[in-house]
């Protein structure tokens, strides 16, 4: 998974992996005229790039979750209700990515030699060319060279994630909890 989603009818709270030794001050949130959004971590391609299924509120809450290694964003909508999806268009500027599922010392080969290395766990690398061999040629951190496939997971240009409907269940019946309850009685 690139990041996961859920919602309530008032707050969407989207939570993707970050690699290790990230600080809050790492953590990209941007939220522009209420519905361009854009969320990952610095120097890395970027987990969400788009337009918001509908505006919300100007500010972006961002916890760090350090122990295992996550970023937390919650996001107040401006009206409440539930959305189909949490972007209704992905930005043009959207690239293939692909997520590092272990860590990857590399082959002692250098920088110069070609090869992006080393890797660690839950980078964002952005993909630029797939290679039948395995060998993919990508960028992190401003460095380009070739990885090994079958040390990440794929995601395309357009890539979205579906809600998670059992979190968001439960976020709603939080915030319904903490409603006052109206007895009829003055």
């Not at 500027?93 to 920088?111: C, I, N, Q, W």
């Not at 090869?115 to 980078?123: D, K, R």
Request: glycine share 6%.
């Amino acid at each position: 998974m690139l990041y996961t989603w859920h919602q309530s009818n008032n707050t969407v709270v989207i939570t993707f992996s970050t690699p290790a030794r990230i600080s809050r001050e790492d953590v990209i949130a941007e939220l522009s005229d209420g519905v361009n959004f854009q969320a990952g971590v610095d120097g890395y391609v970027l987990h969400i790039d788009g337009v918001l299924s509908a505006a919300c509120k100007s500010t972006v809450k961002v916890n760090l979750k350090e122990d295992a290694n996550q970023a937390i964003l919650t996001l107040d909508k401006q009206s409440p209700g539930k959305w189909s999806a949490l972007l209704s268009e992905i930005a043009e500027t959207a690239v293939p990515r692909a997520r590092v599922l272990f860590d990857y010392v590399g082959s002692g080969a250098s920088e110069e030699e070609g090869e992006l290395a080393p890797l660690y766990a839950n980078e964002l690398l952005q993909v630029v060319a797939k290679d039948e061999s395995g060998w993919w040629e990508g960028i992190k951190l401003q460095m380009s060279g070739v990885f090994p496939s079958n040390f990440v997971d794929d995601f395309e240009h357009d890539y979205q994630e579906q809600e998670d409907v059992e979190a968001s269940s439960e976020l709603t019946k939080f915030e319904e909890s903490q409603q006052p309850i109206n007895t009829g009685k003055i």
